[in-house]
């Protein structure tokens, strides 16, 4: 509305002895003041009155609206308003009073400061509306003489100027506290160091570069030196990280850094600032590129962020400290174990095809480390670690078990002939240079299952099967290998509750002499047979049970059951002997020639009758506890039979120092005994036996022409399907009656 123009006068004019309050030297920044009038005069006239007016160090720029529409657009458009002066009534009585609304509710700008003026003296808001909407004054332009105008200006900048200070201090403090609370889950250095910039960042100004300086050792693998080293950065290249700090190439902050370092304080100047972060024993310095100076609240924030930021870097050191104790090897400083699960895991849920894992066993180091002790046994798993780092910069390394070691890398880089040249030199160890070689268990991501846990287990069951190959000192794990393992596991787990039902049974082959025709005894045979009726193969059963350790409860069972039988025998045909098989397992008791005595003993029969059967393989493993106990059973006068002679790898040596009262010629060798040429092992062995005064059976007989040859060799005895099958003791007590 139009102002009366008497009222002119006074609205132009101040009284200049209050000036001083309000007018100083200003700087280039200004405060932006929105007049909003539908009277061109009033725009005028309070620009002209608030003319070269500074405030707080600003002077005054002006926006004008002629509206209420046009105002509330300029302040959507404009954010750096700070004050409005409105009038009231415009196009409409309440313009005035929607433009407020607009402010404070629809744009949600509480910060800035409004001042209502109406032409209307007998035109007023409610007093509600005044405090609703945080309006720091109402005037009538009657009222608003130019001293009273520069006072309600000044007093509403500097309220808005308050607000902005708490608004900043405010928003600095919920940065320092969220981002506190994103620092508290950087458990890496590197991760730590890298937030606090960027944390950095938005307390300052996006437009900041810096970076994030500690001295290199103890905190960088493989660096031991003092120099400083850059942990992160922001505003430089990421080639820096991990680098001396002189790769800034800029001497000016070399000299900062340090000194901020060794005078153990915060620098500050126009253009960078020096903050020093420490806590305990651990120190470091964030070096700052600034665009513009810092402001005082600023300043201040800075102090309580960095307080946050010196226990938060204790804390990332500690926690350090626990992850490797937890994840890495001592010795080597390789991951261990668990880290090494964690990397098998990635390796098992990664897209990467033509990857492999491998666990690596060195052979015989327990008696590297008895022999030469444990210190030079250290020396040479760090330097086998060393060495398997040479074999490419892709791949992963872990110390997994005492002498094991584990691997993931590229397919074409992890092979048996690339694991297996690494082994080609001797290791150096103290003084010692020691010749070593490895077993490998390998796994291609072809085949590795989804879980860490899993491929852990599927290379060591590749590397269980290396081990046990003396041919070749690797093998692949494929999904047939754990579909075996899971039907031995089923089987084993059959036999034993079988074993515990009764479900075994001896049955007994005859044995006669060929001179006589008569039988003279049986061999003891073990039979399985299932619920289902069904039989499993003794090739199938016995290495399931001497591989689950069950061979060891069957054997007993086995040499108690023939002492039964013997004793059964005893009132008929007490001229026959039972021959029983016996194990390395059961050979290794320390009661086990004490429990056959007994058992002898205790069913009352003649020792002689029960004969022991053991085979050549069984003198591979350890031949003097074999020939120790078989020297007792056969004091006690226990008879001693060597089975599958001529087919195993033992020395003839150990033949001489055996107690045997009968060699056994293998079938192996009498099938063929009647066809020219290959008879010359059966009748080696036959005179073998002749010359060491033993009885000599030959087993496998099944045709006429092959016992016609035996008797032109001189064989003694003979057993096989040409004669009788192996039968249930029922059956076998009825064939020597009908033999009788």
């Not at 090739?539 to 059951?561: C, H, K, M």
């Amino acid at each position: 509305m139009q102002a009366s123009e008497n009222s002119n006068d006074d609205f132009l004019f101040i009284d200049d002895s209050d000036e001083d309050e309000v007018l100083a030297f200003g700087s280039d920044k200004t405060w932006q003041v929105l007049i909003v009038d539908d009277d061109p005069e009033i725009h005028s006239v309070t620009q002209l009155a608030l003319s070269d007016l500074i405030v707080l160090g600003r002077r005054l720029e002006y926006l004008h609206a002629y509206s209420g529409k046009d105002a509330c657009q300029i302040i959507e458009d404009n954010d750096d308003i700070v004050l409005v002066l409105l009038d009231v009534v415009m196009e409409t009585d309440d313009a005035g009073l929607n433009v407020v609304k607009h402010i404070r509710e629809t744009l949600e700008r509480k910060d800035i400061r409004i001042v209502l003026r109406t032409g209307q003296p007998g035109y007023a808001p409610e007093e509600s509306v005044i405090k609703e909407y945080d309006i720091n004054d109402y005037k009538t332009k009657t009222e608003l003489t130019r001293r009273k105008l520069v006072t309600t200006v000044f007093a509403a900048i500097r309220s808005f100027q308050q607000i902005a200070t708490v608004n900043e201090s405010r928003l600095g403090l919920e940065t320092i506290v969220s981002g506190a609370t994103e620092l508290s889950s950087k458990h890496s250095l590197s991760n730590y160091s890298n937030g606090v910039l960027l944390q950095l960042k938005a307390l300052i100004s996006n437009d900041i570069s810096a970076v994030f300086c500690a001295r290199g050792q103890g905190i960088i693998d493989n660096i031991d030196d003092l120099s400083f080293y850059i942990l992160a950065q922001v505003g430089f290249e990421d080639s820096i990280i991990n680098q001396k700090l002189n790769k800034l190439y800029n001497e000016e902050a070399n000299k900062q850094v340090k000194a901020c370092f060794f005078q153990q304080k915060h620098s500050f100047t126009d253009e960078s600032i020096n903050l020093y972060v420490a806590k305990g024993d651990h120190r470091a310095v964030i070096h700052i590129l600034l665009p513009s100076p810092l402001t005082e609240i600023q300043t201040q924030l800075l102090n309580v962020f960095l307080t946050g930021v010196a226990v938060g870097y204790e804390n990332v050191h500690l926690f350090q400290k626990l992850t490797n104790a937890a994840y890495k090897d001592w010795l080597t400083n390789l991951p261990n174990r668990l880290e090494f699960v964690r990397l098998l895991n990635c390796f098992a849920q990664s897209d990467k095809q033509n990857q492999v894992a491998a666990l690596i066993d060195i052979n015989h180091f327990s008696d590297i480390n008895d022999a030469l002790g444990q210190d030079i046994g250290n020396q040479l798993l760090t330097a086998v670690g060393q060495r398997l780092q040479r074999i490419n910069n892709n791949c992963q390394f872990a110390r997994v078990g005492a002498d094991v070691f584990g691997i993931i890398g590229p397919e074409d880089c992890i092979t048996p002939d690339n694991l297996m040249a690494l082994f080609h030199q001797p290791f150096a160890a103290g003084e010692q240079h020691l010749p070593i070689n490895a077993c490998f268990g390998l796994c291609t991501k072809e085949h590795a299952q989804s879980s860490g846990v899993q491929v852990l287990n599927q290379i060591n069951i590749a590397l269980n099967i290396a081990k046990k190959n003396r041919l070749e000192h690797f093998a692949y794990y494929h999904s047939d290998i754990e579909d075996q393992m899971q039907w031995r596991l089923n089987m084993i787990r059959q036999l034993r509750n079988d074993f515990s039902d009764n479900c075994l049974e001896l049955w007994y082959q005859p044995q006669l002499s060929l001179s006589s025709g008569k039988v003279i005894g049986a061999e003891a045979l073990l039979r399985w047979r299932t619920a289902d009726g069904k039989f499993v193969s003794p090739a199938v059963f016995i290495p399931l049970a001497e591989y689950s350790g069950l061979i060891i409860e069957i054997g007993d069972w086995v040499i108690n059951q023939a002492c039964k039988q013997l004793q059964i025998l005893e009132k008929g045909f007490s001229e026959l002997s039972i021959s029983v098989n016996v194990s390395i397992p059961q050979f290794r008791q320390e009661n086990f020639v004490t429990n056959i005595i007994e058992c002898i003993k205790k069913h009352h029969i003649k020792p002689d009758k029960l004969e022991l059967e053991i085979t050549e393989s069984i003198l591979m493993d350890e031949p003097q506890i074999i020939i120790d106990a078989l020297t007792k059973l056969k004091t006690q006068g226990i008879s001693i039979a060597l089975d599958d002679f001529g087919t195993g790898f033992s020395s003839l040596s150990y033949l001489q120092k055996l107690p045997l009262d009968r060699l056994k010629v293998d079938r192996a060798f009498v099938t063929d005994i009647n066809k020219e040429g290959q008879s010359i092992i059966a009748e080696t062995i036959i005179n073998l036996g002749k010359k060491m005064n033993l009885k000599v059976i030959a087993e496998g007989i099944e045709e006429i022409e092959q016992q016609d040859r035996l008797v032109e060799l001189g064989c003694d005895e003979v057993q096989g399907f040409y004669y009788a099958k192996p039968m249930p003791a029922e059956d076998f007590i009825s064939f020597l009656n009908q033999q009788s």
